[in-house]
């Protein structure tokens, strides 16, 4: 394990992360502060914890979207799977 810190609002994060995970972590680091820096910008009087509340809300629903999309596309392929299966079972019954 390697010792890394992140910056996230001002503020240094200590983290231990394999050493294969390093730059990984360095830009999911960045891509979180990022959200939190806008949604600051958006939300001035709220306290940081508000702040950090809704921007890992925005953050999951991303996630949750992109699983909805990921879902939805292996159920089209698991379709076109299953329709080019059951020709291809017609054309050896043809064949046999």
């Known amino acids: 394990m390697e010792s ?3 910056t996230i609002l001002g503020k240094q ?3 231990k992360v394999k050493e ?3 730059e990984n ?3 999911i680091a960045a891509y979180v502060d990022e959200k939190f820096k806008n949604f600051r ?3 001035a009087n709220q306290p940081d914890s508000t702040v950090m509340t809704i921007a890992c809300l925005s953050i999951a ?3 949750f979207e992109l ?3 990921i879902n939805e596309k292996e159920g089209k392929e698991s379709e076109a799977m299953e ?3 059951k020709e291809l079972e017609k054309l050896v019954e043809e064949i046999s």
């Open 4 to 6: 890394i810190k992140v």
């Open 13 to 15: 994060i200590p983290l």
């Open 20 to 22: 294969s995970e390093i």
């Open 25 to 27: 972590t360095r830009r």
């Open 41 to 43: 910008s958006q939300l």
């Open 61 to 63: 629903e991303e996630v």
């Open 67 to 69: 699983r909805a999309k």
């Open 83 to 85: 329709s080019v299966n």
